[in-house]
């Protein structure tokens, strides 16, 4: 069965630091991964995805994460943070032509973005 | 837009009691899903409406039930609460049930059973 794993359940960081928010999955097959973030007292919204194509997937917020197969791991980075970026991000995995109902959410992680 | 609504926001239940949580979306889409969101877990699947008319176990089904009433409306039933179900609920729709799809997720209900 397919799995993943987020590590730091939390991440506190400064405005303007980078920062990586760390996940990896489990799986022998070929795989969808997916972030997606949740603001406070909101439900969660997709921020990107990787399907196929290029390893590095960008958000329109300057988010990116890039798929790295050997490390089968889909880490989220962004070079910049800023207050309005706290919030909770949740990594998700699933294979190709499958169904939404097969999606395995992360257990989350909130970064805190401080002044 | 409203996008995906649930009601009610806020809701605390003693052990036994019934009660239903309602959702429903307008944009059209053909799937919908119930969600539980409880600290070091993340998201559960409960269960899910592939498309009007049917319904399916989630992960966590024990306890609880599921009307698709129509297209738009999605609806969870917890018929004798157990404080194991205090958590937050999320409902969530998506055009179809292929995973290139994108969920859109409701605010949430967050849930107290005593």
């Known amino acids: 069965a397919q799995s993943v794993t987020q590590l730091d359940s939390q991440v506190p960081v400064f405005e303007e630091a980078p920062v990586e928010l760390r996940c990896n999955y489990s799986?022998?097959?070929?795989?969808?991964l997916f972030w997606y973030v949740q603001y406070p007292n909101q439900g969660l919204q997709l921020l990107l995805k990787y399907l196929s194509g290029s390893t590095l997937v960008e958000s329109i917020n300057g988010f990116e994460a890039e798929f790295n197969k050997s490390q089968t791991s889909f880490h989220l980075r962004k070079p910049s943070v800023h207050i309005s970026d706290t919030a909770e991000y949740f990594c998700a995995v699933t294979s190709p032509g499958g169904a939404t109902n097969k999606l395995i959410f992360g257990t989350g992680t909130l970064l805190a973005v401080q002044p | 837009n409203a996008g995906v609504t649930q009601t009610p926001k806020f809701q605390v239940l003693k052990t036994g009691q019934s009660m239903t949580l309602q959702c429903a979306q307008d944009m059209n889409h053909n799937s919908m899903y119930w969600y539980r969101q409880d600290p070091g877990m993340g998201l559960r699947l409960i269960y899910y409406s592939a498309s009007e008319g049917t319904t399916d176990k989630g992960e966590v089904p024990n306890g609880y039930n599921v009307s698709r009433l129509n297209k738009r409306e999605f609806s969870l039933r917890l018929e004798s609460a157990a404080p194991s179900q205090t958590s937050v609920y999320f409902c969530?729709?998506?055009?179809?049930?292929?995973?290139?799809?994108?969920?859109?997720f409701g605010s949430g209900t967050q849930l107290s059973v005593l």
């Open positions: 969530a729709s998506s055009r179809t049930g292929t995973v290139r799809e994108k969920l859109f």
């Open positions: 799986s022998s097959v070929s795989v969808y």
